[in-house]
């Protein structure tokens, strides 16, 4: 519809400025017509006078009388007799060269403003259109800005579609911040209350009755409280930006080696082993220490879903694109339902044991993404958990 519309306005448009150009041609031709009957007039004239010198002043005298008006009938013209045509000596009245001048001027002046008057119009529905479609931006509505021509507000339509767009995410990411604030900030709330409460418990059960059980379950809760602590505090950090990491070639064998050595009082404990084949150098550019800190907390994950005896294998790999670390457990896998929140800050799985508070595995992933990689976690065919993490070179 809009580009049938501009045919019609484009096509008003060269007809006005026709009209105007054949206006002011006949404006201008008879001029030169008039001329060109004078000089045909005078050269007849002069070459009479030329023959018959004595003829000079009944032709004068025949111009003057002309010069008013015709003096005979159309049909009693002599020179008709003698076969010329009207066409042959054609005269333009200014009657009729004023009534088809001003006739052309108007008709073309009529049609612009017109065609003017259409343009207006279409220029005024884009404009109540790109209203009204901030009117229900505003109000909560909106949706897509369908493209209905390429003309001025074409880029203006563009750029409001974008800003609108930059807006409603900018507002969707800060209702989702909001919302894990206030989650985070209860789940906070909940771990810190669970703890003092346990303390409060075991001080209430002491003052009762002295017992080294209540005064270890002290010990435990106040560690507990303390990684907390440390844990949050390096997540602020993650979030904030603040966190340094090195950029230093690290092997893998070494840092899955120290991640392991680290919790071999806990594998020790839970009766589980741990398999870290050595295929080589491997080198990856990444921060050794914080590397090591995300392995730990996945081995730590694979370690407390294994049953007493079991192992949490390791095993890596690297090509020209990724060096890739997998990590898998002898244990029954995850829950289905558990796969696509086991990143999730606070998130504690179904089959989650001891009084871990599921924070683990989201600092794992805000360090190794920091670090140009990924961390994706599946349940293997034997029904054993298993997680893949890529450190990409660029």
């Known amino acids: 519809m809009t580009g049938r519309k501009n045919i019609v306005i484009l096509t008003a448009l060269v007809l006005s400025v026709s009209l105007l150009a054949v206006s002011t041609t006949t404006m201008l031709l008879p001029n030169y017509y008039n001329r060109a009957h004078m000089q045909a007039l005078g050269e007849i004239c002069g070459k009479i006078i030329e023959k018959q010198p004595e003829a000079e002043q009944a032709i004068m005298e025949a111009i003057k009388e002309y010069k008013y008006g015709p003096t005979c009938l159309p049909e009693e013209n002599i020179i008709l007799t003698y076969g010329y045509k009207p066409s042959e000596f054609w005269k333009t009245t200014g009657q009729y060269r004023i009534f088809f001048s001003v006739s052309g001027i108007l008709s073309g002046a009529l049609l612009f403003l017109i065609a003017c008057l259409l343009w207006r119009q279409k220029e005024n529905m884009r404009i109540k259109m790109l209203t009204e479609y901030l009117e229900k931006v505003n109000t909560g509505g909106g949706g897509v800005l369908l493209q209905e021509g390429e003309d001025a507000f074409s880029k203006l339509q563009d750029e409001i579609y974008k800003t609108v767009t930059e807006l409603r995410q900018t507002r969707e990411a800060a209702l989702k911040a909001k919302n894990n604030f206030a989650e985070n900030l209860y789940n906070i709330a909940h771990q810190i209350k669970t703890s003092v409460t346990s303390i409060s418990l075991s001080m209430q059960m002491m003052q009762e009755n002295q017992s080294q059980k209540h005064l270890e379950q002290m010990h435990r809760q106040l560690s507990r409280l303390a990684n907390f602590e440390e844990a949050l505090l390096l997540l602020s950090r993650i979030d904030a930006g603040t966190l340094s990491l090195k950029q230093e070639d690290v092997d893998v064998f070494t840092v899955l080696m120290l991640a392991a050595d680290n919790l071999q009082e806990m594998f020790l404990r839970t009766d589980v082993s741990v398999d870290i084949p050595e295929s080589g150098e491997m080198f990856f550019c990444a921060d050794i220490e914080w590397t090591m800190e995300a392995l730990m907390n996945v081995l730590k994950d694979c370690m407390e879903h294994t ?60 360090i190794i993404e920091a670090q140009n990689g990924t961390i994706t976690a599946r349940n293997l065919i034997n029904a054993g958990a298993c997680f893949e993490i890529r450190f990409y070179s660029h």
């Open 307 to 366: 049953p007493s005896g079991g192992t949490v294998h390791c095993s890596y790999e690297q090509n020209p694109l990724y060096t890739q670390i997998k990590i898998w457990d002898t244990g029954s896998g995850f829950a289905k339902e558990d796969i696509p929140h086991l990143f999730e800050r606070f998130y504690r799985g179904r089959k989650m044991k001891g009084d871990g508070i599921g924070i683990g595995l989201a600092i794992s992933k805000a």
